[in-house]
């Protein structure tokens, strides 16, 4: 069991209404399984509205702050005065009671990705604990630590912001004995005055280090300054990764293959060779900042690089699909989806592996596939991001893209600013190009799309599916 009445009630305080046992913890009924404990958040719905759902379908029982109407006199209830706090109160408990070794995970990209490559590489060599979805704000972080079991080796929290302030009180509550900075980059810029503005923040997450813990920082950003005097203040230990001379972990290269990625790396001097599964330098970052954690922790670094081998992307976030159009002539286009979040970083990785992707020629109505780029807004950029958008037209390389089509008001300045050759169509929205979606590809074309999660082109991503059935996939992400 994962939490007993008892043992809840010392954490939060509270006062149950009998005795029991969970197994998980849940927030939604949807998503509930017999014996969990339900917590009856406050968020865009009321959790209280649900609460007799949930013990309908056989949770063990619900965490509230009031007693909702028309339940029944028997019913199983945690009552505390704030339930967030409650959550937040489980969280802590559960960190103070296991053994598991934390990673804190934070970055203007790829937070995600990495958390997923720690999963597997650490569960190669323990039990890890880890969030399905990407549960890094205000609620997903307690929820993640409130339902890691006592016997997990390791834990990995991601922790993410929309504003300053965020960061702190989250790794404060996860006390990760490791974090790791993936990078800095223009993302929430209309929540701070600076790029500057966002490392503070990012770098905030050192304030939760475990005494005697480990940052593991990026070491050729123009703000890794910043980020290794907040570790040095804080007494921590500092590893290094990335490209720059110096750096602990240093990326020598990384060849691109159509679905994976060959990297050369040095680890402390001593040549590494290791892959992911995914197209592009970014995932090779990604794994080199995951070797890195993986020496701090101790683990055995020939299993950490063998393992990494093994990631696959989530849902969202770069994963290439071949979806045939014709199962007799076996033609066929591949897909990148890359609909769950854009801002400038993450945008000119996506538009890196679409560059070095191979389109097949001959197989459809067009002589040549193409690389085709369906882009959607990149939000919460602030009073620059006419600019910021503008500025993808001068992303290099751009030019193998044969057609970039834009979506959203804010993608209308790339529009504009992209050579006639290359534009395809603009529209407000992502529903405007559904209709056209047979017409925008061929067999043999490779087509990126890519967007924040708010301009909802992964309607795109759909529709593109439906055009046929799903082949056997590669993986990427962003």
Same mark, same amino acid.
């Given at each position: 069991?994962?939490?007993?009445?008892?043992?809840?009630?010392?954490? +939060?305080?509270?006062?149950? +209404?009998?005795?029991?046992?969970?197994?998980?913890?849940?927030?939604?009924?949807?998503?509930?399984?017999?014996?969990?404990? #339900?917590?009856?958040?406050?968020?865009?719905?009321?959790?209280?509205?649900?609460?007799? +759902?949930?013990?309908?379908?056989?949770?063990?029982?619900?965490?509230?702050?009031?007693?909702?109407?028309?339940?029944?006199?028997?019913?199983?209830?945690?009552?505390?005065?704030?339930?967030?706090?409650?959550?937040?109160?489980?969280?802590?408990?559960?960190?103070?009671?296991?053994?598991?070794?934390?990673?804190?995970?934070?970055?203007?990209?790829?937070?995600?990705?990495?958390?997923?490559?720690?999963?597997?590489?650490?569960?190669?060599?323990?039990?890890?604990?880890?969030?399905?979805?990407?549960?890094?704000?205000?609620?997903?972080?307690?929820?993640?630590?409130?339902?890691?079991?006592?016997?997990?080796? #390791?834990?990995? =929290?991601? *922790?993410?912001?929309?504003?300053?302030?965020? *960061?702190?009180?989250?790794?404060?509550?996860?006390?990760?004995?490791?974090?790791?900075?993936?990078?800095?980059?223009?993302?929430?810029?209309?929540?701070?005055?600076?790029?500057?503005? *966002?490392?503070?923040?990012?770098?905030? =997450?050192?304030?939760?280090?475990?005494?005697?813990?480990?940052?593991?920082?990026?070491?050729?950003?123009?703000?890794?300054? *910043?980020?290794?005097?907040?570790?040095?203040?804080?007494?921590?230990?500092?590893?290094?990764?990335?490209?720059?001379?110096?750096?602990?972990?240093?990326?020598?290269?990384?060849?691109?293959?159509?679905?994976?990625?060959?990297?050369?790396?040095?680890?402390?001097?001593?040549?590494?060779?290791?892959?992911?599964?995914?197209?592009?330098?970014?995932?090779?970052?990604?794994?080199?900042?995951?070797?890195?954690?993986?020496?701090?922790?101790? !683990?055995?670094?020939? %299993?950490? @690089? +063998?393992?990494?081998?093994?990631?696959?992307? /989530?849902?969202?976030?770069?994963?290439?699909?071949? =979806?045939? !159009?014709?199962?007799?002539?076996?033609?066929? #286009?591949?897909? =990148?989806?890359?609909? #769950?979040?854009?801002?400038?970083?993450?945008?000119?990785?996506?538009?890196?592996?679409?560059?070095?992707?191979? /389109?097949?020629?001959?197989?459809?109505?067009?002589?040549?596939?193409?690389?085709?780029?369906? !882009?959607?807004?990149?939000?919460?950029?602030?009073?620059?991001?006419?600019?910021?958008?503008?500025? %993808?037209?001068?992303?290099?390389?751009?030019?193998?893209?044969?057609?970039?089509?834009?979506?959203? /008001?804010?993608?209308? @300045?790339?529009?504009?600013?992209?050579?006639?050759?290359?534009?395809?169509?603009?529209?407000?929205?992502?529903?405007?190009?559904?209709?056209?979606?047979?017409?925008? %590809?061929? @067999?043999?074309?490779?087509?990126?799309?890519?967007?924040?999660?708010?301009?909802?082109?992964?309607?795109?991503?759909?529709?593109?599916?439906?055009?046929?059935?799903?082949?056997?996939?590669?993986?990427?992400?962003?």
């Amino acid at each position: 069991m994962l939490w007993t009445s008892d043992e809840a009630v010392a954490a +939060t305080g509270g006062h149950s +209404t009998g005795v029991w046992a969970a197994g998980g913890v849940s927030i939604d009924t949807r998503t509930l399984q017999p014996g969990d404990l #339900f917590v009856a958040l406050k968020d865009v719905r009321d959790g209280h509205d649900f609460v007799a +759902t949930a013990l309908e379908k056989g949770a063990a029982a619900a965490l509230v702050s009031r007693v909702p109407d028309g339940l029944s006199s028997g019913a199983s209830l945690l009552v505390v005065p704030d339930v967030l706090k409650a959550l937040e109160d489980l969280g802590r408990a559960a960190r103070a009671r296991g053994r598991a070794r934390v990673v804190g995970v934070t970055g203007s990209v790829g937070k995600t990705s990495t958390k997923e490559m720690l999963r597997v590489v650490l569960g190669g060599q323990g039990q890890v604990h880890a969030a399905e979805a990407s549960y890094n704000n205000h609620w997903g972080v307690p929820l993640t630590l409130a339902r890691m079991p006592r016997e997990a080796d #390791f834990a990995v =929290i991601e *922790i993410g912001m929309n504003h300053p302030g965020e *960061i702190a009180p989250l790794s404060r509550m996860a006390r990760p004995d490791v974090v790791v900075i993936t990078t800095v980059a223009p993302a929430h810029l209309e929540a701070f005055d600076s790029i500057e503005g *966002i490392a503070h923040e990012k770098a905030s =997450i050192i304030e939760g280090l475990e005494p005697g813990g480990v940052a593991v920082l990026p070491a050729d950003l123009p703000t890794s300054p *910043i980020l290794g005097a907040r570790a040095r203040g804080a007494g921590a230990g500092i590893v290094t990764f990335g490209a720059a001379e110096g750096a602990d972990y240093r990326l020598n290269s990384a060849q691109i293959g159509d679905d994976n990625t060959v990297v050369r790396a040095l680890r402390r001097g001593q040549p590494v060779l290791y892959k992911v599964m995914s197209p592009g330098r970014h995932f090779a970052m990604n794994g080199l900042a995951v070797l890195a954690v993986a020496d701090a922790l101790g !683990l055995d670094p020939v %299993i950490a @690089a +063998t393992d990494l081998g093994r990631w696959q992307p /989530p849902a969202g976030r770069g994963v290439r699909e071949r =979806i045939v !159009l014709d199962l007799v002539e076996e033609t066929a #286009f591949e897909l =990148i989806d890359d609909a #769950f979040n854009a801002n400038p970083a993450s945008m000119a990785a996506s538009l890196e592996v679409l560059i070095n992707a191979r /389109p097949r020629d001959g197989i459809g109505s067009k002589a040549k596939g193409r690389r085709i780029a369906i !882009l959607g807004d990149m939000l919460e950029l602030g009073p620059e991001e006419a600019a910021l958008h503008a500025a %993808i037209a001068q992303t290099p390389g751009l030019q193998a893209v044969d057609i970039i089509h834009c979506v959203g /008001p804010r993608m209308r @300045a790339l529009h504009a600013a992209l050579p006639r050759g290359q534009r395809g169509d603009w529209v407000e929205s992502a529903a405007a190009l559904l209709p056209r979606a047979r017409q925008l %590809i061929d @067999a043999g074309d490779i087509i990126l799309v890519k967007g924040s999660k708010g301009i909802k082109v992964s309607l795109m991503v759909d529709a593109l599916r439906k055009l046929g059935q799903p082949a056997a996939a590669a993986q990427g992400d962003v």
